[in-house]
């Protein structure tokens, strides 16, 4: 009996063992899930090994998006072509289009990958935090010290949200929303603790303190700033506004 056979036998025992339970008034077994045994559930998920190609596909992507951050790290979004993507990844620009559509969406993936790797630093910085407060200057603050070192990629996916078209606008708050939510959790905390006024614009508010956030980079592009200069700056700044909604 091969192995699709046996699991399908496996799951017909389990379902009529749950019915003879059940017509005997003694309910589900002590170990089913939903009157079928976890164990038996799992054997039946199909376990699929990779093939040559997709693995080969895959490698290929990841040395693109390797290429591709290296040089909007290096030149922006506008500085790096395919072409030359290509060519630090060692392949022909056709091989970059079956991988990714556009550029758009080559550098939506790397951001998103960012936001991503950046979310848990955040949400443990907000976790650990005693206030509304110290939950804002320490998520931000994560993402100060992440993003420092590589400023051009910042300012990038700063300056192409301002030439989005409506489909990949869409796809890059998509990304961003776990991090939008953080915030927005957190303020809306710092109400329901009575830190802030019961009265606030929760939204508005994420928006404000949004934007003083990304006012920082402009120093650190324009004036040399630290990840420790942007935040001991926006520490009074988080002061000023917050004073205005508190409790």
């Not at 799992?42 to 093939?51: D, G, K, L, Y």
């Not at 006024?197 to 990304?214: K, M, N, P, Q």
Request: glycine share 8%.
């Amino acid at each position: 009996m091969n192995a699709i056979n046996l699991n399908v036998a496996g799951l017909a025992a389990a379902y009529r063992c749950a019915t003879a339970h059940r017509r005997n008034g003694a309910g589900p077994p002590a170990n089913s899930m939903t009157y079928m045994n976890r164990k038996t559930l799992a054997s039946i998920e199909p376990h699929v090994r990779p093939t040559r190609r997709a693995l080969a596909k895959q490698q290929t992507r990841e040395k693109i998006l390797a290429a591709a951050r290296e040089l909007f790290t290096q030149r922006g979004y506008e500085g790096a072509t395919i072409r030359d993507i290509a060519k630090a990844a060692g392949m022909s620009t056709g091989a970059v289009f079956a991988s990714f559509a556009d550029k758009a969406e080559l550098f939506d993936e790397i951001v998103a990958a960012d936001y991503h790797a950046l979310e848990a630093d955040m949400a443990e910085a907000v976790d650990g935090a005693a206030n509304v407060e110290e939950a804002l200057l320490g998520l931000f603050g994560a993402a100060y010290r992440s993003h420092v070192h590589q400023l051009p990629m910042v300012c990038a996916a700063m300056s192409v949200g301002w030439t989005r078209d409506p489909k990949t606008a869409g796809r890059s708050r998509e990304a961003l929303r776990p991090i939008v939510d953080l915030i927005r959790n957190a303020l809306q905390d710092g109400v329901d603790r009575g830190e802030l006024a019961s009265h606030t614009d929760v939204r508005l508010l994420r928006g404000i303190v949004w934007e003083v956030y990304l006012s920082g980079y402009r120093a650190a592009v324009y004036e040399g700033w630290t990840a420790d200069d942007m935040i001991a700056r926006l520490s009074q700044q988080l002061k000023i506004i917050l004073a205005g909604v508190r409790a």
